[in-house]
Each structure stands twice: as structure tokens, then as C-alpha cells.
């Protein structure tokens, strides 16, 4: 089929909106109309070449939500009509990690997902025969997309896809890393650092767990109050004195639970100092750039603070984000105060923009219908 995507030509340049060819789905395959994708971060990065493991031509966006059209052989959880977030990190229920309730990094098509292929190492995109790589195993800035079942989440055909697009990256990350990675007790002291998307999702999910402080770090006021919304029960600007501000809050000793999700290691090592001596667990959501690292004095290590990583926000896709998805039906979660600008696939460039300027939490691609 004929149909129109987002095409990354040159790191660097514009995104170009294009016709491209998709084919049918293969084996364990689903071809999705993609109803609404939000611009992430992720995408941007990729764009830009900064990412050393970036390929072009390529089509990119990885936060989309949409129907299923049509299902390739052997799919077997998925029929035509579900509604579906897509899944840049898949669960495939039958690798060692999958099986394991430690970790949500399934194993099944890592490799070829991350050189742009489908799990068969071929693309269905193609420009007049030149294939044409999927970004991220998702390329959701696109009508429509072929993807992997085991990448596909079925949410409830109650969740408009505007809402429901951000539990494919963002919001997951953020409620998860405190629900499903840090397993934030209730009674619990939190320190979020960054009000981003991810950010805010941290504060929402700290509340959702029944923490009692709730304490939101920021440079910019206009997020805070953002966080407020979502729970937060403090609102501190960032400066170089962050740490020593929560320390003095907490009676010397730090938070029980702190998130980074700026993705500057500078403050991913406030995030680790202001974890409370004991037993305080730092988190990092944030995406480091190549070759940047991240300082700890080992002392904090040694005096009972522990330090982990979340992609995803542990999130288990396929199990998860629907029952996310719910929580926000039932009410749970304000979705809506992060849909910040609703643009055409034609505007996805200014999405871009939006998102450099820092203006809005997210932009969200409406393909109409
Ligand atoms: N782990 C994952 O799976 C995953 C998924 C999505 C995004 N991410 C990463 O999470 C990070 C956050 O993503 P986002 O979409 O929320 O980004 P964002 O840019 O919207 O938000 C980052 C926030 O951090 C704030 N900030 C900057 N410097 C700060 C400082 N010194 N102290 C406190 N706050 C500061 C900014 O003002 C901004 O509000 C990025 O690094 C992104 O790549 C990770
Ligand atoms: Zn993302
Ligand atoms: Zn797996």
C-alpha cells in the first residue's frame, strides 16, 4: 500500500513528508493505522545525529497509537479492530527476561530492532524499491506502520489515542519507574528532579504508590506547577544548593526514594546524594549522552544508598500499559494536562521545534479519523 510518513533523509535536516511504500504484514506481524503519535525526545536525538546509533533514511516516532487493519499469519493476541499502543521496548512473554519478574528488557528482537529491521532483518518501508528502515521497530510518524506483535499493547477502545499515544514512551517511563522499578512504598519521602514528561509521569506514579512527600525539582516554574497537578507536595527550583535543600528537609538524611529524568548526569549524582543514607534508591530515567558518565563518591554507596536504571520504567508492555491505560479511565490519571499542542503529520518539524523551545509538554500528531 501507498501511504504518507515522516521520512529522516539527513541527521541534521528537516524530516521530510513523503509518500512511501508499506508492505503487507509477515509472520507474527500487524499492520496498524497509526490514529496518534506524540513527539519525544528520542526522536529528536535521532534526528539531530547526535545518536551514534542512528541510520537514515529512516521513518521515525515511536510514541503512536492506533488500530489494527490487518494481522500476518500466526498472530494470535491481536485481531483486526483492537486498539493498540505501540511498544518500543516488546514483551515477548518467552525469553529468559520476559519470564523473569526483574526486568521488563525483553531479548526476543533486539538486533535487528535496534539496526532498524523487522525481526526478520527486512523492512516493510520502501521509496520506489530503496527500503526505507523502521525507527525504534515502531516508525509511528506514519499512517500507517508495520510492527511485530510482541510490540503491541492492547488498550481499551475507550482511551482517546491522543491520551492513549503517551503511555507508548513518556508517561509509562515516568509512573513506571516509581510503581514498577523503585516500588515506591506508601508513607514514602520522593525527590523527582526534571517536570518533563517523564518527570511528571514519576510524580503521578510517587502518588499513586500513597507516597506522603512528594517533592518536585525544576528550573522552570511554569513545569512545577505542572507537577502540582500531578501530586507533588513541594515545588523547588534547581540550583547548585538542590541537594542541601532536600537534605535539610528530611532532617539530614534525604528522601527514600529519589527519580532523575533530565538526563544530565550532573543531576543524576544530586539524585544519588540526596537519596537518604540507609536505604534511599536513587532511580535515572534520563537518556546520558555518549560517553558521558556519571560521578558517585563511594561512600554513599557504602552507607546503604542504592543507585538504578529504568528504561521503559520497567514496564512490562504488553501486561502494563493497558492496565496504565485503565488507571487513567478510571481516573487516576490526569492525561490531559500533557497533551500540549495538536498538530498535522505535515507540522511534525515544528513538533521538533515545540519540543527544543521546551514549549509544552508534548505535541501529539492527529491523523484525523
Ligand atoms: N528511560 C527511558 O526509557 C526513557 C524514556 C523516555 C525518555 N527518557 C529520557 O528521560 C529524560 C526526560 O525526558 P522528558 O521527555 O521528560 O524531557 P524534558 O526535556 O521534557 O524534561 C526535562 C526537564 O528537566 C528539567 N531540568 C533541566 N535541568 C535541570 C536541573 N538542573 N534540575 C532539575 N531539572 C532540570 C527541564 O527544565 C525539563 O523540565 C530525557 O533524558 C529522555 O531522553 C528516558
Ligand atoms: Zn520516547
Ligand atoms: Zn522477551
Given at each position: 500500500?501507498?501511504?504518507?510518513?515522516?521520512?529522516?533523509?539527513?541527521?541534521?535536516?528537516?524530516?521530510?513528508?513523503?509518500?512511501?511504500?508499506?508492505?503487507?504484514?509477515?509472520?507474527?506481524?500487524?499492520?496498524v493505522?497509526?490514529?496518534?503519535?506524540?513527539?519525544?525526545?528520542?526522536?529528536?536525538?535521532?534526528?539531530?545525529?547526535?545518536d551514534p546509533?542512528?541510520?537514515?533514511?529512516?521513518?521515525?516516532?515511536?510514541e503512536?497509537?492506533?488500530?489494527?487493519?490487518?494481522?500476518?499469519?500466526?498472530?494470535?493476541?491481536?485481531?483486526?479492530?483492537?486498539?493498540?499502543?505501540?511498544?518500543?521496548?516488546?514483551?515477548?512473554?518467552?525469553?529468559?527476561?520476559?519470564?523473569?519478574?526483574?526486568?521488563?528488557?525483553?531479548?526476543?528482537?533486539?538486533?535487528?530492532?535496534g539496526?532498524?529491521?523487522?525481526?526478520?532483518?527486512?523492512?516493510?518501508?520502501?521509496?520506489?524499491?530503496?527500503?526505507?528502515?523502521?525507527?525504534?521497530?515502531?516508525?509511528?510518524?506514519?499512517?500507517?506502520?508495520?510492527?511485530?506483535?510482541?510490540?503491541?499493547?492492547?488498550?481499551?477502545?475507550?482511551?482517546?489515542?491522543?491520551?492513549?499515544?503517551?503511555?507508548?514512551?513518556?508517561?509509562?517511563?515516568?509512573?513506571?519507574?516509581?510503581?514498577?522499578?523503585?516500588?515506591?512504598?506508601?508513607?514514602?519521602?520522593?525527590?523527582?528532579?526534571?517536570?518533563g514528561?517523564?518527570?511528571?509521569?514519576?510524580?503521578?506514579?510517587?502518588?499513586?504508590?500513597?507516597?506522603?512527600?512528594?517533592?518536585?525539582?525544576?528550573l522552570?516554574?511554569?513545569?512545577?506547577?505542572?507537577?502540582?497537578?500531578?501530586?507533588?507536595?513541594?515545588?523547588?527550583?534547581?540550583?547548585?544548593?538542590?541537594?542541601?535543600?532536600?537534605?535539610?528537609?528530611?532532617?539530614?538524611?534525604?528522601?527514600?526514594?529519589?527519580?532523575?529524568?533530565?538526563?544530565?548526569?550532573?543531576?543524576?549524582?544530586?539524585?544519588?546524594?540526596?537519596?537518604?543514607?540507609?536505604?534511599?534508591?536513587?532511580?535515572?530515567?534520563?537518556?546520558?549522552?555518549?560517553?558521558?558518565?556519571?560521578?558517585?563518591?563511594?561512600?554513599?554507596?557504602?552507607?546503604?544508598?542504592?543507585?538504578?536504571?529504568?528504561?521503559?520504567?520497567?514496564?512490562?508492555?504488553?501486561?502494563?500499559?493497558?492496565?496504565?491505560?485503565q488507571?487513567?479511565?478510571?481516573?487516576?490519571?490526569?492525561?490531559?494536562?500533557?497533551?500540549?499542542?495538536?498538530?498535522?503529520?505535515?507540522?511534525?518539524?515544528?513538533?521538533?521545534?515545540?519540543?527544543?523551545?521546551?514549549?509544552?509538554?508534548?505535541?501529539?500528531?492527529?491523523?484525523?479519523?
Open positions: 500500500m501507498r501511504m504518507r510518513a515522516a521520512v529522516l533523509e539527513q541527521f541534521g535536516q528537516p524530516l521530510v513528508v513523503q509518500e512511501l511504500d508499506l508492505a503487507e504484514p509477515r509472520a507474527d506481524e500487524v499492520l493505522r497509526v490514529a496518534a503519535c506524540g513527539v519525544c525526545h528520542t526522536d529528536l536525538y535521532t534526528a539531530s545525529g547526535v546509533s542512528g541510520y537514515a533514511p529512516a521513518v521515525l516516532g515511536h503512536g497509537a492506533g488500530v489494527v487493519e490487518a494481522i500476518g499469519e500466526g498472530v494470535s493476541s491481536l485481531a483486526v479492530g483492537d486498539h493498540v499502543v505501540t511498544l518500543f521496548s516488546p514483551q515477548c512473554r518467552e525469553c529468559v527476561h520476559c519470564l523473569s519478574p526483574k526486568t521488563n528488557i525483553c531479548l526476543a528482537i533486539r538486533d535487528q530492532q539496526k532498524g529491521f523487522l525481526p526478520d532483518g527486512t523492512t516493510r518501508l520502501s521509496r520506489d524499491g530503496e527500503p526505507i528502515r523502521h525507527f525504534m521497530g515502531t516508525s509511528t510518524f506514519a499512517e500507517y506502520t508495520v510492527m511485530p506483535e510482541i510490540a503491541l499493547a492492547k488498550v481499551s477502545p475507550d482511551a482517546p489515542f491522543d491520551r492513549a499515544c503517551l503511555f507508548a514512551c513518556g508517561l509509562s517511563t515516568g509512573l513506571g519507574a516509581a510503581m514498577f522499578s523503585a516500588k515506591v512504598e506508601a508513607g514514602s519521602t520522593c525527590v523527582v528532579f526534571g517536570a514528561m517523564v518527570g511528571l509521569g514519576a510524580v503521578a506514579g510517587c502518588r499513586l504508590q500513597g507516597a506522603e512527600r512528594i517533592v518536585c525539582v525544576d522552570s516554574g511554569e513545569r512545577l506547577e505542572l507537577a502540582k497537578g500531578q501530586g507533588a507536595t513541594e515545588l523547588m527550583l534547581a540550583g547548585s544548593d538542590t541537594v542541601e535543600a532536600i537534605l535539610d528537609s528530611t532532617g539530614g538524611f534525604g528522601a527514600d526514594y529519589t527519580f532523575e529524568a533530565t538526563g544530565i548526569v550532573s543531576v543524576m549524582r544530586q539524585a544519588v546524594e540526596s537519596a537518604r543514607m540507609g536505604w534511599g534508591l536513587a532511580t535515572m530515567c534520563g537518556v546520558a549522552g555518549k560517553g558521558e558518565t556519571l560521578d558517585i563518591i563511594p561512600r554513599y554507596l557504602i552507607t546503604g544508598r542504592r543507585v538504578c536504571g529504568s528504561s521503559f520504567g520497567g514496564v512490562k508492555g504488553r501486561d502494563q500499559v493497558p492496565q496504565l491505560v488507571r487513567y479511565l478510571d481516573g487516576d490519571i490526569d492525561v490531559d494536562a500533557f497533551l500540549s499542542h495538536r498538530i498535522s503529520l505535515d507540522e511534525v518539524n515544528k513538533g521538533i521545534e515545540l519540543m527544543e523551545a521546551q514549549d509544552g509538554i508534548r505535541s501529539v500528531i492527529d491523523f484525523g479519523g
